[in-house]
């Protein structure tokens, strides 16, 4: 059984001259509270016209098929109170005031929801505001086989010394170190070891890269940009450089070239987000949340390869 307390009886007259939101209806077995906006009293003398516009608040269902039998007996309650009225153009918004839809009742239609089609909204376009990326050359360092690894060493630190150990997980390929291994940093008197997989040379935290064919967009001093998935194109992980273990460590940041006009569907951005992270997923090496930040195209040439982002997704975790 549905209940209505028409606003007549339900709402506390505001006081004075401004504007209120008069609460016309609220049916509380569906959780649909119906609004005039900014009108002066709740008497029909202020708000009762030809063309009525009505906010629908759905605190429960995002369906708008919830109108099909609220709205022709709504309709019935204002032509009570406001015989000349002819048309209800209505939105319909949950609880935080996200639009779930729009339309317009007619009396000639017998107060049926009629609901539009929405367009979705083209998220607007971010300029790319993050400075040039550092180009100076990444130092390299000769291992006893013969294999070279490379990074960033800052001198500033006095008596720093990186050890890298001999392993047998660690190969050689084209004079690269590639491999799973661990470092050793030796700072002051005292030492902290720390697993690392070596890539090309690059020796990067948090990533278990195995025999996965990718391939390196971009490194320097700042971050590195590791990206060739064939599962997901156009997505990149990004790895901050670590200056105190030397190496670029994964901290949760997806980047995702995906068009603007894409991401105003819903359904696609979902789908390109799954992607992405079905294809980087075997690469992680612990848990956390991903935030995947969408952008028209990777700026592999500024500090931060997101800037321009319009959109950011944060994922579960995995």
């Given at each position: 059984m549905k209940y209505w307390m028409?606003?007549?009886?339900?709402?506390?007259a505001a006081s004075g001259a401004h504007a209120l939101d008069y609460r016309m209806a609220y049916s509380p077995s569906q959780q649909l509270e119906v609004y005039v906006d900014n009108v002066q009293s709740d008497a029909p003398v202020h708000w009762c016209d030809r063309s009525i516009t009505l906010r629908i608040v759905s605190r429960q269902s995002t369906d708008p098929s919830v109108l099909n039998d609220f709205l022709p007996r709504l309709g019935g309650l204002v032509e009570r109170q406001c015989p000349k009225a002819t048309r209800l153009p209505w939105t319909m918004v949950d609880a935080p005031g996200n639009v779930?839809?729009?339309?317009?009742?007619?009396?000639?239609?017998?107060?049926?929801?009629n609901a539009k089609t929405l367009t979705p909204a083209v998220?607007?376009?971010?300029?790319?505001?993050?400075?040039?990326?550092?180009?100076?050359?990444?130092?390299?360092?000769?291992?006893?086989?013969?294999?070279?690894?490379r990074t960033h060493w800052d001198n500033a630190g006095g008596g720093n010394?990186?050890?890298?150990?001999?392993?047998?997980?660690l190969?050689?390929?084209?004079?690269?170190?590639?491999?799973?291994?661990?470092?050793?940093?030796?700072?002051?008197?005292?030492?902290?070891?720390?697993?690392?997989?070596?890539?090309?040379g690059y020796p990067l935290l948090n990533l278990s890269i195995g025999e996965q064919p990718l391939m390196v967009i971009s490194a320097?001093?700042?971050?590195?940009?590791?990206?060739?998935?064939?599962?997901?194109?156009?997505s990149y992980l990004l790895l901050p450089f670590d200056s105190r273990l030397h190496a670029w460590a994964f901290n949760g940041t997806v980047i995702v070239e995906m068009p603007r006009q894409?991401?105003?569907?819903?359904?696609?951005?979902?789908?390109?987000?799954?992607?992405?992270l079905s294809a980087w997923q075997p690469l992680l090496s612990q848990q956390s949340v991903l935030t995947f930040k969408l952008v028209e195209?990777?700026?592999?040439?500024?500090?931060?390869?997101?800037?321009?982002?319009?959109?950011?997704?944060?994922?579960?975790?995995?």
């Open positions: 028409t606003g007549l009886v339900a709402m506390m779930l839809a729009q339309g317009e009742a007619t009396k000639a239609k017998r107060w049926a929801p998220p607007p376009a971010v300029p790319v505001t993050s400075p040039h990326a550092d180009s100076a050359p990444l130092q390299t360092f000769e291992l006893t086989p013969g294999c070279r690894f010394a990186l050890f890298v150990p001999t392993d047998n997980a190969r050689c390929t084209d004079g690269w170190l590639n491999g799973n291994s661990s470092s050793t940093l030796h700072l002051n008197g005292q030492s902290q070891t720390s697993s690392l997989t070596f890539f090309q320097n001093r700042e971050r590195l940009v590791l990206g060739g998935s064939r599962q997901a194109t156009g894409d991401a105003a569907d819903a359904e696609k951005t979902e789908l390109r987000v799954e992607q992405a195209s990777l700026a592999t040439d500024r500090v931060d390869p997101a800037s321009g982002s319009y959109k950011s997704v944060t994922s579960s975790a995995y």
